[in-house]
C-alpha cells in the first residue's frame, strides 16, 4: 500500500503562483512515477504533470505547460507542483496519484493509489 497527502492548495488571485506538495509513503513507495490530476465541477478528471521514479522523466498536459512545473524530491519522498500564471480555469480538486509501473503516464487508469484532493481556487 502506498499512502499520499496532499498539501498547498488555497486560494489565489488570476496570475498568481501556488505550489502543491504531496508526501509518499509506504514500502517501496520510492519506485512509483507520480502524477497530478484536477477535477473541476461538472467535469471528468484530468492529467496535469507526471514525472519518473527517479525524476528523470516529466510530462505535462498542454493546458499547464510552460506555467506549471513537477519535480520531486527522492530523499523525502515527495512530489511538488509548482503552478504559475495561474488563471481561473485552472479551478479544480487536485490529486496526487503513484503508479507502480515507475514510468510516467497520462491517463487515470494507469495509477494504482491516489490522494485525497486539494481545492485549488482561482479568482479572476
Known amino acids: 500500500q502506498v499512502q499520499l497527502v496532499e498539501s498547498g492548495g488555497g486560494l489565489v488571485q488570476a496570475g498568481g503562483s501556488l505550489r502543491l506538495s504531496c508526501a509518499a509513503s509506504?514500502?517501496?513507495?520510492?519506485?512509483?512515477?507520480l502524477g497530478w490530476f484536477r477535477q473541476a465541477p461538472g467535469k471528468e478528471r484530468e492529467f496535469v504533470a507526471t514525472v519518473s521514479w527517479n525524476g528523470g522523466r516529466t510530462y505535462y498536459a498542454d493546458s499547464v505547460k510552460g506555467r506549471f512545473t513537477i519535480y520531486r524530491d527522492i530523499s523525502e519522498n515527495t512530489v511538488y507542483l509548482q503552478m504559475n500564471s495561474l488563471k481561473p480555469d485552472d479551478t479544480a480538486v487536485y490529486y496526487c496519484?503513484?503508479?507502480?509501473?515507475?514510468?510516467?503516464?497520462?491517463?487515470?487508469?494507469?495509477?494504482?493509489?491516489w490522494g485525497q484532493g486539494t481545492q485549488v481556487t482561482v479568482s479572476s
Open positions: 496519484a503513484a503508479r507502480s509501473l515507475g514510468v510516467v503516464g497520462t491517463e487515470n487508469h494507469e495509477y494504482d493509489y
Open positions: 509506504g514500502r517501496t513507495s520510492s519506485a512509483y512515477a
